[in-house]
């Protein structure tokens, strides 16, 4: 179902020729970065060319040289190496998650209308709303109409934007689509939000221990996997012919480093990681950016609206963070604090150690541990 709601809104010359001089001052900016981040490259490069060719290439300090001499070299080439690989990894998370917070992309240099996925709570509500605050039109997708009509109204009211809503559930598969290329037809869309996604259970559980496997199996693939590259063909070709576009696809940490006890939703995830990396490849040289933003811990209802801390980002918090790394990063945690708990996961929690027995079967006593004391704490709820 289908619904469109409209506000007339007006706009000065003097205003969007103000925007056009913001954007272009931007875009100076952003090349300018650009052009320093390439001269480090091609200097570090050159420096180790040059030392590899003086030091290792020369006959007469090969003829002389010991064994242990040959090692300590090499060893601290290795070291450079390192250090100059670590000084280049800050760089980039300065960038993205420091400058990115001073010089952020006009998004509606993309186009007028921005289409969220998931788009009633959560992160997707976010999306919705902070894309409105930046000066967009909004399209909202999901499967309540109360709940739409409800956002809808809200974007309306706090920032004047028009609104689109339309009902789907995703997890029906692929008959729904039809209809959202029907809701989107003769719109300018300039941002996807591939935002709309499930679990299928609120603790860790062995595959065989999901509740009713054989219906969530196919829900899951339908919600988290096959609405990624169905949303994306539709919007993509308007993107291509205008030589302009982004696709956000929100995927998880999950997606990155396996996740036992979470297979099904850790390897949807992972599809969605990929396939981001992949169009990104293919469609940048078109003018089309796809990000792949995988964050931690996000007070969501998937989450059970857990508290917000310095670990767990609200909702719009996380949102405003990631859309400021937009033109920084084509893969992005999403904010700084998710970015560094990333890096300490990937040093004390390497995949191997995440994979092992003795882990998994801790997840799963932990797991069983929460679940017995949420229902203790209903039982109480009842009893009050």
């Known amino acids: 179902m289908t619904a469109a709601r409209t506000h007339t809104h007006t706009h000065t010359h003097t205003h969007t020729h103000t925007q056009r001089e913001g954007w272009s001052s931007e875009g100076g900016a952003l090349h300018v970065r650009a052009v320093i981040s390439s001269d480090i490259k091609l200097g570090l490069t050159t420096f180790l060319n040059a030392c590899y060719e003086a030091v290792l290439l020369s006959p007469e300090l090969c003829c002389k040289m010991s064994f242990t001499d040959a090692l300590t070299i090499v060893g601290g080439f290795v070291v ?60 909202l997708v999901g499967r309540c109409h109360d709940k739409l009509q409800m956002v809808a109204k809200e974007i309306e009211d706090q920032y004047g934007r028009k609104t689109r809503t339309i009902q ?24 996807l939000v591939n935002n709309v996604g499930m679990t299928y259970s609120d603790h860790f559980a062995y595959f065989l221990e999901i509740p009713n496997i054989e219906q969530k199996i196919t829900q899951v693939i339908n919600c988290n996997m096959l609405s990624v590259p169905q949303m994306t063909r539709l919007v993509l070709p308007g993107m291509v012919e205008r030589g302009m576009g982004l696709i956000i696809n929100i995927s998880s940490e999950a997606g990155i480093h396996p996740q036992p006890l979470l297979s099904l939703y850790s390897a949807t995830k992972a599809f969605v990681t990929h396939l981001s990396h992949c169009l990104h490849a293919e469609y940048k040289s078109k003018g089309i950016t796809v990000q792949c933003v995988s964050p931690l811990l996000v007070s ?26 937009v033109g920084y990063s084509s893969h992005t945690s999403g904010c700084l604090s998710h970015a560094l708990q990333d890096a300490a996961i990937s040093i004390l929690l390497p995949d191997w150690l995440r994979m092992s027995t003795p882990v998994i079967k801790k997840l799963s ?20």
């Not at 598969?173 to 003769?186: D, F, R």
């Not at 508290?307 to 918090?317: D, E, I, Q």
Request: one cysteine or more.
């Open 80 to 139: 450079v190496f390192h250090l100059l690989r670590l000084a280049w990894r800050c760089w980039c998370g300065f960038r993205e998650y420091i400058l990115s917070e001073r010089w952020q992309v006009d998004l509606r240099t993309y186009g007028q209308w921005a289409v969220v996925t998931g788009a009633t709570s959560g992160i997707g509500k976010a999306y919705a709303t902070e894309l409105a605050r930046r000066g967009l039109d909004v399209v």
């Open 168 to 191: 789907v559930d995703f997890t029906d598969g692929h008959s729904i689509y039809p209809a959202i290329a029907k809701g989107l037809q003769g719109l300018e869309i300039g941002i």
């Open 300 to 325: 969501t209802n998937m989450t059970h609206n857990m508290p917000v801390n310095s670990f767990v980002k609200s909702a719009p918090g996380f949102v405003r963070d990631a859309l400021n790394t």
């Open 365 to 384: 006593k932990l797991a069983e541990v929460s679940e017995y004391q949420r229902k203790m704490e209903r039982q109480r709820e009842k009893e009050e």
